[in-house]
């Protein structure tokens, strides 16, 4: 309780106002009405004992709108992260509907005698430095493809298309044999004791390399090393962005360019590269880059963008699937036929929903990730 | 060895891991003082803490030989009633086979694979129903279709492909339980203990 007293008062929960903006946004409570920030933080704050440790507080996506909208700065998402943290001391764990398989992955992957063989996405045509400034974080995407091959999600093209992307702005990178999981969903999830012993192990690594930059293009693995890192294992000796921060430059100053096609694509704004990292512009700059003004984007886009409708693998049900169709049904509604994403869990997430029976065929898109549109766009 | 009949029949890891070795002589055993219950570690040491200390002997004499710690998944509708020839098999001896009873081959997922080798185990073998035998009809199909993907968990690990094994019981040769088990565990004992041992 102790920790729970402290965390509402590190996120400012006593300031809350009780206006409820943060569940009338919340896309969690407009499918599930047992589901409430507003009361939550209302109960917590008043001194019930079981607000913070209640099932609901693992319903939470932690995407931060309800943050964006609260006059009075509380945050909401970071008193569930500390929430969580508490009740998995006491041995309470998210639903995860893949039965925790990526929360064990990354347990294994505490292990330090493991020796992953995780390079397989690498193909000859990529130019790959054993010693370099730069460094490219790949993160789970190998995994991603073993399990969700069914889905055809393909997402260790993200990562091909990233290192060729690289290469074209004449980078190198290195790119690490035995990097772990960044540790996202395991800190999301409560279980920080091992989400130190990966952060721990990947700076480790990274320092060994020598590179001061490093460039990922997932956005949860960019966000856990940039904020997360530091406040868990210490100050880093280097500097970490998402691709589509780098390219921006490189297309503004006119040294990267791509071939124009006129395809009509909107874009899914990441919950950690928008709200977290603050990343709007860049990746529309890209995407217009490619497409010009047949780029749209949705109603509720940038800060006000909503969630691909699960995170962490945890809670996947009816709500995230209400969610996801809602999403993908706007995205169809700008007129757009590809849906652009800078995250390969939302790829796959949007790629699961549409599989499921009774989704409605007019809602239909392509769905792709924003690196592997540009890669296929450079001029060569 | 007394066979136990699980009651229900529900697909969860038996509390105490059912002991088929004849002698109780363990892997590498350690203190058991461990901050979190692992069935995989609890289970050898408190069936024979005696024994196990004489195997640290041994082992610290560098005479003992390396004994698998192996998970069986294996499917009431088949592997039922069969335990007890891996117990009384050739090679059984001194080797605890920890059971998983599941109704059907189908319900292994991949996280339970990943469950096992996570608590450290060396081997992991799912037994299901031969093709178009399933009590279930397809359970085996789905189990064929899990396994891969397990197995390619598995090896971005960097984990040994003999560590993870599917079988059909009885086996096209019309080899039993005991013996499948007795020939997984030869293979995973030449592989060596796994990375994740705790």
């Avoid at chain 2, 009949?5 to 058991?32: D, E, L, N, W, Y």
């Avoid at chain 2, 060396?122 to 789905?142: A, L, S």
Wanted: proline share 5%; glycine share 8%; net charge positive.
């Amino acid at each position: 309780m102790k920790e729970l007293i402290e965390a509402i008062k590190l996120t400012g929960a006593r300031l809350c106002l009780d206006c409820g903006k943060c569940t009338a946004v919340c896309p969690v409570a407009r499918t599930n009405g047992s589901f409430s920030p507003r009361k939550t933080v209302a109960n917590a704050v008043a001194g019930d004992e079981d607000a913070l440790k209640d099932d609901t507080i693992w319903h939470c996506l932690t995407c931060r709108l309800c943050s964006e909208r609260c006059p009075s700065d509380v945050d909401y998402v970071d008193l569930t992260r500390l929430a969580r943290a508490d009740a998995y001391k006491d041995g309470k764990e998210a639903q995860c509907s893949h039965g925790s398989a990526f929360q064990l992955l990354m347990r294994i992957m505490t292990a330090p005698e493991l020796k992953q063989q995780r390079m397989g996405w690498v193909t000859p045509d990529l130019k790959i430095a054993e010693k370099s400034d730069w460094l490219y974080f790949v993160g789970c995407i190998p995994y991603f493809d073993a399990f969700f091959e069914k889905l055809n999600v393909n997402t260790s093209e993200i990562a091909r298309s990233t290192v060729k992307l690289l290469n074209a702005v004449g980078i190198e990178p290195v790119v690490m044999p035995d990097e772990r999981c960044c540790g996202h969903d395991l800190l999301w999830g409560g279980d920080i004791e091992n989400f130190k012993m990966l952060a721990r192990h990947n700076v480790e690594k990274i320092k060994a390399t020598g590179a001061t930059k490093i460039v990922s293009a997932c956005p949860e693995c960019v966000t856990t090393l940039k904020v997360y890192y530091p406040e868990f294992v210490g100050a880093l000796p280097f500097e970490v962005m998402h691709l589509t921060e780098l390219l921006d430059k490189h297309v503004a100053s006119g040294a990267l360019k791509f071939r124009k096609n006129s395809k009509r694509v909107t874009f899914q704004d990441p919950c950690r590269l928008g709200r977290f990292l603050n990343v709007y512009e860049q990746p529309r700059n890209l995407l217009k880059a490619i497409c010009g003004d047949s780029f749209k984007d949705m109603r509720r886009s940038r800060n006000s963008s909503v969630c691909c409708g699960t995170s962490g693998w945890m809670n996947c049900g009816i709500h995230s699937k209400a969610i996801q169709t809602g999403r993908l049904t706007e995205a169809r509604r700008t007129g757009s036929d590809l849906l652009a994403t800078a995250c390969a869990k939302c790829k796959i997430h949007f790629m699961c929903a549409m599989n499921d029976t009774g989704f409605p065929e007019e809602s239909k898109i392509e769905v792709e990730d924003l690196a592997v549109l540009l890669a296929s766009s450079l001029v060569k | 060895m007394k066979k136990e009949k699980q009651a229900s029949g529900t697909p969860k890891a038996r509390p105490a891991a059912k002991k088929v070795g004849a002698t109780a002589g363990t892997g590498a055993p350690k203190p058991a003082a461990s901050k979190k219950e692992n069935p995989l570690k609890s289970a050898p040491t408190d069936a024979a803490p005696v024994e196990a200390a004489t195997a640290s002997k041994g082992a610290a004499a560098g005479g003992a030989r390396f004994e698998p710690r192996i998970v069986a998944f294996v499917c009431e509708w088949c592997g039922d009633g069969q335990e007890a020839d891996g117990a009384n098999g050739p090679g059984a001896g001194g080797t605890a086979v920890r059971f998983v009873h599941v109704m059907c081959s189908g319900r292994v997922q991949p996280s339970m694979v990943l469950k096992a080798f996570e608590l450290g185990a060396d081997g992991v073998i799912v037994c299901g129903c031969r093709p178009g035998k399933c009590h279930y009809y397809f359970g085996n199909e789905r189990q064929a279709e899990m396994f891969e993907t397990s197995k390619k968990l598995v090896s971005l690990l960097g984990l040994e492909a003999d560590r993870l094994r599917l079988e059909w019981i009885p086996g096209p040769d019309g080899r039993t339980l005991g013996a499948v088990l007795d020939e997984f565990t030869e293979k995973v004992r030449r592989v060596g203990p796994s990375p994740l041992r705790k």
